[in-house]
């Protein structure tokens, strides 16, 4: 890769490090007003995957001064042990935040897991009280992931009104959420999905691509307008050579002499989620202790006055 080339890679792991620097401000400034952020991670099973998720959502929780509190449970634990666990954990003044790592396994309902999280508390924005939020534009705890890919690209960017974006890809985790808030910047969205016709053709004209099908090299040049910002969110692992690899949903080497600007795989979106998960602990803690005021407030109001 020469110097040009190098020059539209989108450096994933250096804007995370510059968010976990902001948070762990934020945290300093918490800390020194008598409330310390705290991340409470639900880990059930022993998918290999998810121990290491889980270890480094930890360790930049350390990194950024929060509190993280770590509950392992058995693969064969009941819904109703993850649910009592979840409860205490809601009903837990001093956790701030709740993240249960997924997958969950095969006998234990998803949905039914992540609706049980307090939304106050729901710091991977999977609860439907902030996927609506979002849908309608209210300030709510959004998924990190997609959360993310927007600071990347406000950071290369800057405005992004009258963009058209489009996102390939139409997950609860990632496409619609994206899609949502790319909306709420003001850019044209369009999501291409299995049942889209003539999906290359549309995506040519994306001035913003983001892939997040979960399909290894998919997106190759035939998919790329000239001068496209590409953020790919795909991590997909694969056999080559003799040995495994991480690949995006794009074919990287194919789209980069077309693009501005495209993050790698990986290095790209990867680091940005942590961070993101980090700046949503720090938000609930913050809005927690402001709803708690509210109503503290309004308890002393009624004692003085019923």
């Known amino acids: 890769m020469n110097t040009q080339q190098s020059d539209k890679l989108i450096d994933g792991k250096a804007a995370a490090a510059q968010v976990i620097e902001e948070v762990a401000a934020e945290v300093a400034t918490l800390k020194a007003e008598g409330l310390e952020p705290a991340l409470a991670v639900v880990l059930i099973g022993d998918d290999p995957a998810s121990h290491v998720y889980v270890r480094n959502k930890v360790l930049r929780a350390e990194q950024a001064g929060i509190r993280s509190l770590e509950f392992r449970m058995q693969a064969d634990s009941s819904a109703e042990a993850v649910l009592e666990m979840i409860a205490g954990l809601n009903a837990d003044p001093r956790v701030h935040g709740i993240l249960v790592q997924l997958p969950l396994p095969a006998h234990i309902d998803e949905r039914l897991v992540l609706q049980a999280i307090d939304p106050a508390k729901d710091v991977d924005g999977f609860h439907s009280d902030n996927v609506g939020g979002l849908s309608q534009g209210r300030p709510v705890l959004t998924p990190c992931t997609p959360a993310g890919c927007m600071r990347l690209l406000r950071d290369r960017l800057g405005d992004l009104a009258g963009k058209h974006a489009v996102v390939v890809g139409r997950s609860n985790i990632v496409g619609k959420p994206m899609a949502a808030l790319l909306l709420a910047a003001d850019c044209s969205v369009t999501v291409l999905h ?113």
């Open 194 to 306: 299995s049942r889209s016709r003539e999906p290359q053709a549309l995506s040519r004209q994306a001035d913003i691509l983001i892939a997040a099908v979960g399909r290894p090299r998919m997106i190759d040049a035939a998919w790329i307008k000239p001068g496209a910002v590409v953020i790919d969110v795909g991590i997909n692992r694969i056999e080559e050579d003799g040995r495994t690899r991480l690949v995006g949903d794009v074919d990287f080497d194919s789209v980069l002499p077309l693009v501005s600007a495209i993050t790698p795989v990986p290095g790209g979106v990867g680091p940005m989620t942590i961070a993101l998960l980090m700046q949503n602990t720090v938000t609930a803690a913050r809005q927690q202790r402001k709803q708690a005021a509210a109503r503290s407030a309004e308890e002393s109001t009624c004692l003085s006055t019923c």
